[in-house]
């Protein structure tokens, strides 16, 4: 027998089981319980990464091997809300995981609790070559340069193209600094990038790959 429980999407209610056999999904990302037992998300686009050891973005260390008491509880919070409240867990298609709450009728959700704190730091989330920026209250999307531009206007989350290939750039070439700004890698391996500019606008890395996004750290 088929039961939606045991077949979850991306979605966890209280008392629903969930194992090793099962994946939350949404987007280009994935929720996973790893066999020694720490809970993580998943980056899963293999387009531009195909051979990434990179994807996991998010790993809280949930499991300890050794436990400092013969029991550990966790206790879950209400957030002071009652009567008729339904809560759940979700992987939004942004990428972040969190924790809702929703009175029984009513369409809104509140958000609880998230994942990941600072959502620029969600890896792939301004797409290939984006620049994850902030207003006064939410991320923003932007393009390294006025030489590039964005893949899909309607929906800018889908990263950045660049206006003219590098095989059309003149020879010359120079580095240029990206101020304020960090490439995300999981884990950081900052070092072991080399950024070139052609023609002062656009930007590869020294394997080739266009990978990962930049965070601009500008009004942070």
């Known amino acids: 027998m088929w039961t939606s429980f045991d077949h979850p999407t991306d979605v966890i209610v209280p008392t629903q089981s969930f194992t090793l056999r099962h994946t939350l999904l949404s987007g280009l990302y994935s929720f996973k319980l790893q066999e020694n037992g720490n809970l993580t998300l998943w980056w899963n686009d293999t387009l531009h990464q195909p051979n990434s050891r990179h994807s996991i973005y998010w790993d809280p260390h949930t499991f300890r091997s050794t436990l400092s008491n013969p029991l550990d509880l966790a206790y879950s919070s209400d957030y002071a809300e009652e009567g008729n409240i339904l809560k759940f867990l979700k992987l939004d298609n942004d990428g972040n995981l969190g924790i809702y709450s929703s009175a029984i009728g009513n369409r809104t959700q509140i958000e609880r609790w998230a994942a990941v704190d600072d959502q620029c730091q969600v890896y792939g989330f301004c797409g290939n070559m984006g620049i994850c920026s902030y207003n006064d209250s939410n991320p923003l999307y932007r393009c ?9 206007k309607r929906e800018s989350r889908k990263g950045c193209k660049r206006k003219v290939e590098l ?3 003149p020879e010359r070439e120079t580095m240029l600094p990206l101020e304020h700004s960090i490439f995300l890698t999981y884990p950081p391996e900052l070092s072991s990038y080399r950024w070139e500019v052609v023609s002062q ?10 990978g990962g996004e930049v965070l601009n750290k500008d009004s942070r």
């Open 144 to 152: 390294p340069s006025d030489n590039f531009e964005l893949i899909d």
């Open 201 to 210: 606008s656009t930007i590869i890395n020294s394997d080739g790959m266009h």
């Open 167 to 169: 095989r059309n750039c």
